[in-house]
């Protein structure tokens, strides 16, 4: 929001009274209230020539002031309003209209208002309800499904009290609520309340954590989490003494440990572990929002973290919005506390940025308001330390610039009273083109162990890997969402021209919409280079495959267009198979798995290209270089194989790898995406 100085307007007090002969002329000259070096200083000045401040000073020499010229409505020139040629909507009424105004054009347009709209979903069994704003996740989905189905005449603002049907119809329900009455608990669950954690398994629940995790919050201290664990296995009376706190942290490191950590065998369950210490680290989650402590923090952003490995988007939102705020509640916000050169203050410093930037993340993806406003921070960086545990601060600074440009990417082009006039969209335009050029920059200053573009850099240990990974999605997914609502807005109108028409030259619809893409191939392809050849530890967070997905339907989303050409889409679809072929290897992703997830993403790609039928001559193109989308995504394809194993992702139980293995059978090897080590394969 913009906000007028003090000295871009005169004050009351100096104002010319009614009766003043002087306010009767069109153009009238007078003298503002201070002179120019108080005004420039920001300092109290009483309007004597020269002023005493000067005097005192010795500057009365420079004592100016500078004349105010005020300008009478009928001596201001005429406005000139731009003419918006009216296009033809596609599927229903979206012309720009300009409205004529005192001061300047207004945008009435329903189009711009829905590129603001987000999703709401209702579960009827526990009456739960929550809201997505436009930039999320959610929304997109909600957005492309409608794309496909013109026969809708539903926008993504009607509101209603259902979940929203491509939601549905594509399986992602069980991201966004708990599934049955939270009353009723599994009955295998029970039998992890009777059950000790072995001393050997409890080691490498820590090591994975610390492993996969810890590089992305570098938090905690490795040496006193496994201090809390060995103190647990020395008996009553010996052992250390250990704040109930220090065992809620241990237990969630048990917990996204457990959820990290790759299963020897079948028989491993490891998620019951996980579900198991994330509900004892609760327990005592009530002192969290009473009394706060630096360990709350931790807890609560540990609680988040588990969130994004459950895949539970709400969770997510909520657990951050109360570390931000316990976080202030200490002042760690502010320099005056955490200011100080010590390694303790330091410390501190790494708890509120990491805090900052995951919800801040957090907030742009669910498309909710953020909990931190950055006029009132003044905490500075963490600072790098030589005989500091930790070595993440580069990389938490760098997500942390990125973070505060997200701020910016919000109030730009996803909240619903920004673009209220047509020269908005030249503000809104030179707003995202400053965001990548500090997005740029961002990159320029990484050290050489995070740049995530050089794709010929050596390979690092993992949670190098992890971290290099984590900021270049972190940065190209920025950079979609940068751009995402021109390629929505091109949507709406039956070729880009048009909808470029209705524009003007206030934004440039092919040359944005060409970035979207670019930055959504290139998450893919730097996320298929980490899971297969640089890190394939990374293969265990569940968290990156909501960026795949996001990425991969930004592709499907663009691909859909009449204009699109059998080579672009070609070379869209080999991008969409490779996000496919990291999705499959992801074994958990909140309460399915990476393999069940790809099977949806495929069931949206053939749903995409097939309602093209009619407008291009794709489908053909495209059945013959993969042949996975051949197959048959409805219920008759999976007839004899229910009750398998739950939770596949399509809205139905059933066994992963038997339904694979038939589908091999059935189909001659169509679900088999290419090996992504063999090039021939995929040039054959």
Not at 126 to 141: I, L, R, T
Not at 246 to 264: H, N, Q, T
């Amino acid at each position: 929001m913009q906000t007028s100085r003090p000295d871009d307007h005169p004050s009351p007090s100096a104002s010319a009274s009614p009766s003043d002969p002087v306010a009767t002329t069109s153009d009238r000259s007078r003298t503002i209230h201070a002179c120019e070096t108080c005004r420039r200083r920001k300092t109290k000045c009483d309007g004597l020539s020269p002023c005493t401040r000067c005097v005192s000073a010795g500057r009365q020499d420079t004592c100016v002031y500078t004349p105010f010229i005020k300008r009478t409505r009928s001596s201001r020139p005429p406005i000139s309003r731009p003419i918006v040629p009216e296009a033809r909507p596609l599927k229903r009424k979206l012309s720009v209209h300009v409205q004529a105004g005192p001061e300047e054009a207004s945008l009435t347009d329903k189009g711009h208002q829905e590129l603001r709209a987000g999703v709401a979903a209702f579960h009827p069994e526990s009456n739960a309800y929550q809201f997505y704003g436009a930039s999320s996740h959610w929304s997109f989905v909600q957005r492309l499904y409608q794309r496909i189905r013109p026969q809708s005449d539903k926008t993504v603002s009607a509101h209603t009290r259902e979940l929203p049907e491509g939601l549905k119809q594509w399986g992602f329900e069980k991201q966004l609520f708990t599934r049955g009455n939270d009353n009723q608990k599994d009955p295998q669950h029970d039998a992890f309340d009777f059950a000790y954690l072995p001393r050997e398994l409890g080691d490498s629940f820590i090591a994975t954590y610390f492993e996969i995790m810890h590089g992305q919050a570098p938090i905690l201290d490795q040496m006193e989490v496994e201090k809390t664990w060995q103190g647990l296995w020395i008996g009553p009376g010996n052992s250390p003494h250990s704040r109930p706190k220090d065992r809620s942290i241990l237990y969630m490191v048990f917990a996204i440990g457990a959820r990290l950590r790759k299963p020897d065998n079948q028989d491993d369950n490891f998620l019951g572990w996980a579900d198991h210490f994330y509900e004892k680290a609760g327990k005592n989650l009530g002192d969290c929002f009473e009394e706060t402590t630096l360990r709350d923090c931790h807890l609560l952003l540990l609680r988040g973290i588990y969130a994004t490995q459950a895949g539970k988007s709400n969770w997510i939102y909520l657990y951050m919005g109360h570390a931000a705020r316990s976080a202030m509640a200490l002042g760690l916000h502010r320099a005056q506390v955490v200011g100080g050169a010590d390694e303790f203050s330091n410390r501190l410093r790494l708890t509120f940025w990491t805090i900052y930037y995951v919800e801040r993340m957090t907030s742009i993806l669910s498309g909710r308001p953020s909990n931190f406003v950055d006029e009132n921070i003044d905490a500075p960086y963490p600072i790098d330390i030589s005989n500091s545990s930790n070595n993440g601060y580069a990389y938490i600074r760098a997500m942390v610039a990125i973070a505060k440009i997200t701020g910016t990417v919000v109030t730009t082009n996803y909240t619903p009273k920004h673009a209220k006039r047509l020269s908005d969209l030249s503000d809104i335009n030179r707003s995202n083109y400053e965001c990548i050029g500090e997005l740029e920059r961002i990159v320029e200053m990484l050290p050489p162990h995070l740049r995530f573009s050089d794709h010929s850099a050596p390979v690092l240990d993992t949670s190098t890997e992890v971290q290099r990974l984590c900021l270049g999605a972190t940065y190209y997914i920025t950079q979609t969402l940068i751009f995402r609502s021109a390629l929505i807005y091109a949507t709406f109108f039956e070729s880009l021209a048009l909808a470029q028409d209705s524009l003007g030259e206030h934004i440039n619809l092919k040359r944005d919409t060409d970035l979207a893409i670019s930055a959504a191939k290139n998450l893919v392809l730097l996320a298929h280079d980490g899971f297969f050849r640089r890190c394939p530890s990374f293969q265990r967070d569940g968290n990156i495959s909501f960026f795949i997905i996001s990425a991969c339907i930004t592709l499907l989303f663009e691909v859909l267009h009449p204009a699109a050409t059998p080579a672009h889409a070609t070379d869209v679809f080999h991008i969409v198979e490779k996000g496919l072929q990291c999705l499959d290897k992801i074994d958990h992703v909140g309460s399915t798995t990476g393999r069940a997830i790809s099977l949806d993403v495929m069931a949206i790609a053939k749903a995409a290209l097939f309602s093209t039928e009619g407008t291009t001559r794709l489908e053909s193109t495209l059945m013959e270089d993969f042949q996975w989308l051949g197959n048959e995504f409805d219920m008759n394809v999976f007839e004899g194989l229910e009750g398998l194993v739950p939770d596949a992702g399509m809205g139905m139980s059933l066994d992963m790898d038997a339904w694979w293995s038939v589908m091999n059978e059935n189909f001659a090897d169509a679900t088999a995406l290419h090996d992504p080590l063999d090039e021939s394969a995929r040039m054959a």
